[in-house]
C-alpha cells in the first residue's frame, strides 16, 4: 500500500513538473512571438517615427531661422520707416520755412511793384514830322533816357514795353565813348536794336549812375502824353 502512495506521488510529481515545464515553455515561445512581432510590426513604425522627427525638427530649426531673420528684417525695416518719417518731417519742415519765405518775398515784391515804389514815368511826345517818340524821366523830371523815332504811336508804346523788360537786364545795356570823348550808353533788345540812347556824360562814374537810374525808373507802368 504504501508502495503504492510513493509510485502515485512520483507519478503526480512527473505529471507537475511536466505541466509546468510546459507551461514555461508555453509562457517563452509566447513571449518570443510577441517580441518578434513587435520587433517586426513596431520597430520599423517607431524608426519611421524617429525618423520623421528628425526631419521635424531640422524643419523647425530652419523656420526659427527664417522668423529670425525675417524679425532682422522688420526691425530693419523700422529704423528705415523711423528715419524716413524723420526725413520727412525735415523736409516739411523745410517747405513750411520756404513757403513762409516765399510768402515773404511776395510781399516784398508787392511793395517794390511799380503802383507802390516812387519811380519815374515815360513821356511820349511828337516831333515836328508826326513821328513819336518817347523820353524816361526820373522822378526828378531828368531825361535819363531817349527813344529813336517811331512812325505810329503804338510802336512807340511797344518801344515802352520793350525798355520795361529789359532795364533790369545789365546785359542790354551798352557802354560807349562819343566822338568828343564824353561817355553814354544805349539799351538794346534781345535782337540787338536799339530801344533807348542816354545822354553825354562827363564821367564813368555819372554814366554808371545813369545806368542805375533807368534800371530803377524803367519798370514805371506810367505813360504821359504831352
Known sequence: MTQLFVQLAQSVAGNVVTIVTLNIVAAAIGYLTAWFYAKSVYTPVIKGLEADKVVL????ATLNDEISNLNEKVNKLKDETNNLNEKVSTLSEKINNLEGEIAEKDRK???FSPEKINVGKYVISKANNDEVYFNLKATNGQTILTSQMYSSESACFNGIESIRTNCSDDNRFERKISVNDKPYFVVKAANGQVIGN???????AGMENGIASVKRNGISSTIVEE
Open 57 to 60: 525638427n531640422k524643419q523647425v
Open 109 to 111: 515784391l508787392k511793395d
Open 198 to 204: 542816354s545822354e553825354m556824360y562827363e564821367s564813368e
